[in-house]
């Protein structure tokens, strides 16, 4: 079954005003770090592991809560409940569970001064969907789309969890 493309859209936004939530804890929580760093390395790596914790835990929250209250929020967003893009939406709503830690570990790589490792990690996730989005669109419509942005974003996150959070240098 393919989807039409402005189903996907609606999904899509429903997920990103989601965990857009997470968007003012990584900007209020940058400046302090960025000090944190500077100050004690060793609170520093206490605080981004207890952040994680917290944010796998919100995540889980909120992607749980999403997908119970899936039919509720298509039918608020959508105007009328679509069964296309209910299912779009629990698909690409798994993104919820990991959508904090890309701007996380983004911040944690820039108090670092690790930019080539990042800018390695954005070459490698943008080539990754310049290669799969083409054919998933082709074959699968909007929910090969759907699937291969939340395959995506564990690839992203997968690739900065490959790099262990160190201090540069080391």
Known sequence: MLFRSGYYSVASKIVEA??????????????????????????YYQLVAKLNIVYLAAGGFLMAVAMVAGRELVELVNGSFEREVYLL?????????IAPFAPFFTNIWINQERKQEYLVIVRNTFVANMVVIPPAIYFFGALGMAVVVVVINFFHLWLFLNRRIRPAGV
């Open 18 to 43: 989601i965990t857009g939530l997470f968007v003012p804890a990584n900007n209020a929580l940058f400046p302090y770090m960025s000090r944190l760093f500077r100050e004690s390395r060793d609170k």
């Open 89 to 97: 939406f629990m698909v690409i709503a798994v993104k919820i569970l």
